[in-house]
């Protein structure tokens, strides 16, 4: 049976029952008040330009222009600037999960000399804040060491950077360090090299939590705004989050409303598609700390 | 075969003095190659763009440096000029309010919002995605729709107010209203994480403890207080440490919604670093202000570990 603080019977109660219905109500206006800014955008998106400066309210407009959609997918040149933030955040996540797993899965199941230390130099990037090193991480991408290719203005810019990740590591190896050495070591009797281990045994058996950290990733790459502002110079490459917002100025309210919301609308399905990988994303978030 | 027991004796004695298993080592010697090869790639990464600029952000901060890479040793001078800047003080209080408000108008929403969610018997999975949301929105685009809402002229905030009867505001660019609009742009991008994870924390509870609390005449407001409230006491202790860096560092919203304005009203940390290194090019002096951020949060994250060790106790 569940219950919350209050059970079942109290609940049946005209007390019980008012509390309910003042918690339900501060609910559904913490939700309005929460959701009114996507109502807001997709309204005023539908505006005319004369009835987006009209006094009143006017929160549903009298004479919807859809056709202000259409024009500021054309305008802004929609199509162009999602495929830009794709590309750039498809490659990183697969790339970060790529590093990371491998990482995860040497630290867990090979045993490398040292490989409490590297762990360690591994999380110590959690506690230095990136607005200490973004300047020197700028210089660095200008002129790599060792190699001196510059990487500004190019992708790899951003995706070797967004490698960088020490909480997916912690959160794979954590996951990889409960699946049973046993079947590590029978594979290694049948001969199975730690490339085969890796592919056939540890990322089969550690899907969920790599969709979970894959989800993750997509949406914290997805809200990047520094990095890919300070790398990329070139506005035909830019992020959709980089370019709209410098866009935004050379049009009207009401098709910078419209852009908006069809900006937002990649992250919204999938917070509402994939939610419950999110939430599992959640908890270790919490554990993180 | 002397030789060969003499060197595994010396081998063993080499190990018994340092820990470190000679013999065992050279067996694991294609093992241990592999096992660095899986974490190359990270090392690599790491070593380029994590630890490489951390330890050249505290070298720097001890010199004179072009973009070039042309650099001096100047010593302790770009701290002098920290303290010199008349930007540092009225930054460091920008943070203080921004910090206040934050706090005050973010910290216990969350909370509250989880013990009333806790409470609801259906609908519990629709406020769970409402909530969250707000939170996968890039501030980039945030900031294109709440600037609109804190428009002076079309604005729907103060058409409201006008329709309440009450004067016009200039949200952004007044000095007392900025930081708390900004601060309202932060807290509702940002709540619904938080939230959720009381909610999640609070359905660990045993329902057998309410019970029992219910059985021994607890009223549901005490059972709420002596059983919910303590239980999210460490995670309450843990998102307050997070708050607190997360704000200490904020800078999309500040840079694209008010550019710091008015004035320096809203200048932060993160802003005044971007202005001083890409701006007026000046990375030793920004650089050491990114020194002192490191230790400002390390002060906050030892303070915390030291009060919440205590707490416990």
């Not at chain 1, 549903?60 to 955040?89: E, G, K």
């Not at chain 2, 000029?81 to 910290?107: H, Q, R, Y």
């Not at chain 2, 004067?167 to 940002?190: C, E």
């Not at chain 2, 290194?277 to 490191?294: E, H, K, N």
Request: aromatic share 14%; net charge positive.
């Amino acid at each position: 049976m569940d219950r919350g603080f209050l059970s079942a019977v109290e609940l049946r109660t005209p007390a019980g029952r008012t509390y309910y219905l003042v918690a339900l109500a501060l609910l559904v206006l913490a939700a309005v008040l929460t959701l009114f800014p996507f109502f807001f955008a997709f309204t005023s998106g539908l505006k005319g330009s004369t009835e987006i400066f009209a006094a009143g309210l006017n929160l549903i407009p009298a004479d919807p222009h859809w056709q202000n959609y259409a024009d500021a997918w054309r305008q802004f040149n929609m199509p162009r600037l999602f495929a830009n933030s794709f590309v750039i955040v498809g490659v990183g996540v697969i790339l970060r999960l790529i590093v990371s797993s491998a990482a995860a899965f040497s630290l867990s199941k090979l045993k490398p000399v040292g490989g409490r230390i590297i762990t360690l130099g591994f999380l110590t990037t959690l506690m230095v804040p990136f607005i200490a090193y973004f300047v020197p991480l700028f210089k660095t991408l200008n002129d790599v060491p060792i190699v001196h290719l510059n990487l500004l203005n190019s992708y790899w810019g951003l995706w070797l950077p967004y490698c960088v990740d020490a909480f997916s590591i912690f959160v794979l190896k954590t996951f990889i360090d409960r699946i049973p050495s046993d079947l590590i070591d029978s594979a290694r009797v049948d001969g199975a090299t730690a490339l085969q281990m890796f592919r056939h045994i540890i990322l089969p058996l550690s899907r969920s939590i790599l969709i979970v950290v894959c989800v993750l990733s997509f949406v914290a790459l997805w809200k990047d705004f520094l990095l890919p502002y300070l790398v990329l110079a070139d506005p035909l490459m830019q992020p959709i989050t980089v370019r709209l917002f410098y866009l935004a100025d050379d049009y009207s309210v009401n098709l910078q409303m419209a852009a908006s919301f069809i900006a937002l609308l990649p992250p919204l399905l999938i917070a509402i598609l994939l939610q419950r990988y999110m939430k599992v994303g959640l908890t270790l978030g919490g554990v993180k700390g | 075969m002397t030789s060969y027991l003499l060197r595994r004796d010396a081998d063993e004695a080499r190990s018994k003095r340092s820990g470190f298993d000679m013999a065992r080592f050279r067996a694991q010697l294609p093992r241990q190659i592999t096992a660095y090869l899986f974490l190359l790639p990270a090392l690599i990464a790491f070593g380029l763009f994590a630890w490489y600029p951390i330890v050249n952000s505290v070298v720097m901060s001890f010199q004179d440096v072009s973009l070039t890479g042309a650099s001096t040793w100047v010593g302790l001078h770009n701290f002098e000029l920290m303290l010199k800047d008349p930007a540092t003080g009225v930054i460091w209080k920008n943070v203080a309010e921004f910090l206040f408000w934050s706090l005050a108008l973010g910290f216990f929403v969350p909370v509250i919002i989880a013990l009333l969610v806790r409470e609801m018997r259906i609908g519990k999975g629709f406020f769970r995605v409402v909530y969250f949301l707000p939170t996968v929105v890039p501030a980039a685009v945030a900031v294109i729709i709440w600037r609109f809402i804190y428009d002076p002229d079309a604005g729907i905030l103060n058409e409201l107010l006008r329709q309440l009867g009450m004067s016009r505001q200039l949200w952004l660019q007044d000095l007392t209203l900025a930081k708390p609009a900004l601060v309202a742009v932060m807290t509702w991008n940002a709540f619904g994480t938080t939230a959720l994870i009381y909610l999640a924390s609070l359905q660990d509870i045993s329902q057998e403890l309410y019970e029992a609390a219910e059985l021994d005449g607890a009223s549901p407001w005490q059972r709420v207080l002596h059983i919910g409230l303590p239980h999210l006491y460490p995670i309450m202790s843990l998102m307050f440490l997070l708050q607190i860096i997360a704000v200490v560092q904020v800078f999309t919203e500040p840079f694209l919604l008010t550019f710091g304005g008015p004035g320096r009203e809203t200048l932060t940390p993160a802003m005044h670093i971007y202005n001083r290194a890409f701006i007026r090019v000046d990375l030793g002096y920004a650089s050491a202000w990114s020194v002192t951020m490191i230790v400002v949060l390390a002060v906050f994250s030892i303070i915390y570990r030291v009060v919440n060790s205590r707490l416990s106790r």
